[in-house]
């Protein structure tokens, strides 16, 4: 059982890959365990940022959302535009 992790933009320059594959957690919070332990500090930093956003199956979602197998979550950067 698993959750797809992708990284989009400069996470994904952050992290190293486009996209990972991690046992699967019940909770963002037990995600963000997992990847803590994975994934090199600078690159955690980045992730976990204050206004990076998450969505689970292309949907923003609040930290409190439960996960099921099979989901993608997806790290999204601020966006800027000009």
């Given amino acids: 059982m698993t959750v797809r992790v992708r990284f989009f933009a400069s996470l994904r320059e952050?992290?190293?890959?486009?996209?990972?594959?991690?046992?699967?957690?019940?909770?963002?919070?037990?995600?963000?365990?997992?990847l803590r332990?994975?994934?090199?500090?600078?690159a955690y930093r980045a992730i976990s940022a204050e206004n990076v956003?998450?969505?689970?199956?292309?949907?923003?979602?609040?930290?409190?959302?439960?996960l099921r197998d099979g989901d993608e979550v997806a790290f999204l950067p601020p966006i800027t535009g000009g």
């Avoid at 956003?53 to 439960?66: G, Y």
Wanted: glycine share 4%; proline share 7%; no cysteine.
């Fill in 14 to 34: 952050a992290v190293g890959a486009d996209s990972l594959d991690v046992p699967h957690q019940a909770s963002i919070e037990g995600l963000l365990r997992i």
């Fill in 37 to 42: 332990e994975r994934l090199p500090e600078t």
């Fill in 53 to 66: 956003r998450l969505a689970v199956n292309q949907e923003l979602i609040p930290l409190t959302t439960t």
